[in-house]
């Protein structure tokens, strides 16, 4: 049985529809990044404490007081809005950096994952968005080591940067719905109309040519450093296309699966 995967690839290479076909074919639960920090966040946003987060900062020491002490501070909040305590902590931490804008660090990001990864019962997991860095490597290997879990098989996404630049600065976003199009592929009634809901489409501000090239070069410089030490310690990698000449559900089931037959036992 598969226990956990980790899907990789440039950012834009076409994860999401090979994590799908994972979870409909395998059941696993995707775990991203980007949600387990929009969880943690939101969850102490809720607690509305007013508090000033350079509180549970020590700048002298640069480093966060004590967990006791951040417990003790949040404890009324959190009893009043019946959350639990350690992830509160968690949340505030995590807080301080993103809402301060500042650079989150590994011993952040890898503390979130951990409560994620256990929550799930370390196991049935994709992991998204992780690890990107190769101190986070090494943290999800003890992890898995220390939870007597393995990462079965890295399944990396692969597209050529062009064809990702393409891609992304002709997508287009409804602002109403959500409903995706693309200007060349796909494109919205009248060139900016969504076709569900009638309403205007609009580009993210993330999918301008100079934010996807910034994009291209950390999978560059990071993630690929941080597969690189999965790989060393044995996991073994299969390539997936991230383009295909059909791009069907169909196709992409096929492409996704003959691939991992040999995990399949
Ligand atoms: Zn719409």
Known sequence: MIQNVVVTGKSGAGKQPRIDVL???LGLTQVSTGNIFRHFLSLYKKLNTGLDLESIWDSAKSEFISDEAISNLLKPFCDEKNVD???SV???KATRFVDAGLFVPDSI???LFKAEFIKNNSRNMIL???PR????SAFLLNLCKENGVKIDFIMLVDNEDEAIIKRTTGRRICRQCGKVFHIEFKPPRDGKFCTSCGDEVIQRSDDTVEKIRTRLNEFQNKTLGAIDVLLSSGVRQVVVPGNLPVFTDEA???SVMTKITEFLG
């Open 23 to 25: 979870i409909s074919e």
């Open 109 to 111: 990001t890898n503390a």
């Open 133 to 136: 860095t190769v101190d986070q």
């Open 85 to 87: 305590v350690s992830e």
């Open 90 to 92: 968690l949340g505030a």
């Open 128 to 130: 998204d968005g992780y």
């Open 252 to 254: 992409v089931k096929e």
